[in-house]
Every structure is written in C-alpha cells, then in structure tokens.
C-alpha cells in the first residue's frame, strides 16, 4: 500500500452537484439594498448591450439616483417576513429537490446578482467534494441576457479554480414537454378555481429589447412557441405580451400594460394572466403583473382579473425539474 506523503491535502469523496441559478434580488426592500442590487446588475454587459463609455454615466449618474427608491417601494409590496419571493421560492426548490435526490447529488441553489454568488456556490460545492456540477439557469427561454449571463459567471469562477470541477449545463426547456405538461396543469388548475370565466389568457414574458431578435437571439421565438404549446394542452389560444420594459428603445410587443389598457375597449372585461418565462414569483409577477397590473385593467374599465401564480415549488413544478435535471445528469448519477 503507497502511504500519501504527509503534506498531501485531504480531500471529500467524490460528489455530484446541481446548482440551480435564478436571476437574483436585493438584500433588503431598502433604497440602499437595491441601489447595490441594481449597479450589479445594470452593469453586466448582457443586460445593457451599450458601450460602457455611454452606458456608465448614465447608470450613475441618473439610473442609480432615481431607480432604487421606486424600485424599493415596488418591493416593499411583496417582501415576506423570509425574504423576497423570488429568493424564498428558489431556496425552497433547491430544498426540495434535494429531498428528491437524497445522497445522489449535492443540491444548492444561487443567484446571477446578489447573493448567493455562482462564484461563491461553485467553490463551496467543490469544497465539498462535487467534482461533477450540473449548473440549472432555472429560465425556460433561453436568452443572452439570462442563461448567457449564468454560464459566463460560472466561467469566471472556473476561470480562477485550480482544480476545476467538471460542468455541464441545463438546455433551455421552453418546449420540453415535461414543462409544457407542468404549466398546462397548473394553469389548469388556476383557472378552474377562479370564480369567473376569463374572456382572454394572457401570457406574459419578461420583455426584452427588440433588437436582440434582430441580432438573432432564439428568446422570443422560444417564448411564442411555449404559449403555442400550452395553448393547445389546454385547449385555448393564448395572448402573448411582453412586460418590464425599461429605457427608451424599442422592446418586443406588444406590451403587456398597453394591451391590459386597451382590452376592456374591446369589450373584454374578465382576464387572466399567467408567466410562463419565470420558474418563480418575483418581482415582475407579483408586483407588476398581480398588483400594478390589476389596477391598470380595472382603471381602464375591466371587471376581473386573475393573476395565475408561477410553478414555484408546486408539486407540478417540482416534478418537472426533478425530470430535467436527472436527464442531464445522465452517466453522472444511477437512474
């Protein structure tokens, strides 16, 4: 038997890991906590495609003094006495779906901005003897500006590792039909709770400038063709919007505020609506679509309006990421 020399490390056995990434969320509801949020995030060169030379002065000299004090009172309306929604639901799948795993896999979960960090995930993990990472942007669509974003910050981390663990990364599950079958059931079941028959269903994605079609990015070609294929699970067309535009250039439309304004001028009084671009409840669902969103629909002359929530941690949703992910960990893991 060959002794290992006595200045040799010790090392945990080998380990599996998942690591499912969502987009991220301020500290705390605070003008402060956002303000640091936000800089992180407007300054990735994946969300703002400007050259840093335009884009720097305006983030801090206009963006980051006026942003953060709006964008706090909007999460103030949805924070919990656990967090913010989008961190409490993401944690709680990572959960979760540990359970479902047992000793097969390590799973954590991590933010792109704000923290948990991938870098600071990524070097626990192999800390704790994960060689083999799966790393799960948990986005449907796949787009630059989210998955992208995701990859390259994993790359940062590895960039800087010794010793690397091995990688691999969740495809873009927007026609999956174990994703399409999750959110056909669950807005299945919303909408059978409701106590009025919507006239329209509306599907809204986060939004995204328009010129990231034009550059060929496959986001809102993806997004048409999950709500094509929910549709038909349910037998109905739906309404296809984009929300959450911000800045002055042109965005993919149409939006979903204007077409809220403007379906009760067509005498379409009773809608809901339902986000199949995010895996949570978030900011951009709970604020801006089931608050912000009502009363714009209301005010313009609506009579009801549903706001159907995400897949989060429902057994539906659950179910479904537990099958995506055990196929990409095929060869890693048994069954």
Known sequence: MIEKPEFHPDFEPSKVGVLLVNLGTPDAPTPAAVRRYLAEFLSDKRVVELPALLWKPIL?????????????????????????????????????????????????????????????????MHDMGCERILLAPLYPQYCGATTATV?????????????????????????????????????????????????????????MPRRTLELGDPYHCQCQKTARLVGEKLGRQLFVAFQSRFGSAKWLEPATTDLLKALPERD??????????????????LEE????????????????????????????????LEALVRRELGGWIAG
């Not at 690397?164 to 999750?182: C, G, K, N, S, V």
């Not at 379409?268 to 669902?285: H, M, N, Q, W, Y």
């Not at 009502?294 to 989060?312: K, V």
């Open 268 to 285: 379409i009084r009773k809608v809901a609506v339902f986000a199949p671009g995010f895996s949570a409840d978030c900011l951009e669902t």
């Open 289 to 320: 679509m089931a608050i912000a969103g009502r009363e714009q629909f209301l005010e313009a002359g609506g009579t009801d309006f549903a706001y159907l929530p995400c897949l989060n941690s429902s057994e539906e949703g659950m179910a479904m």
């Open 60 to 124: 801090h000299g206009i963006v980051l003094r006026t942003r953060p004090r709006k964008s706090a009172k909007a999460y103030q309306k949805v924070w919990t006495e656990a967090g913010s929604p989008l961190a409490v639901h993401t944690k709680k799948q990572a959960e979760l779906l540990q359970q479902r795993f047992g000793d097969a896999a390590v799973v954590k979960h991590a933010m792109r901005y704000g923290r948990p960090g991938i870098g600071y995930r990524i070097q626990q």
């Open 151 to 207: 990859v390259d910050e994993a790359g940062r981390q590895l960039a800087d590792m010794r010793w690397q663990p091995a990688l691999r990364t969740l495809p873009p599950y927007h026609d999956d039909p174990a994703h399409i079958d999750a959110l056909a059931a669950s807005v299945g079941a919303s909408l059978a709770a409701l106590d009025f028959e919507p006239q329209i269903v509306i599907a809204s994605f986060h939004g």
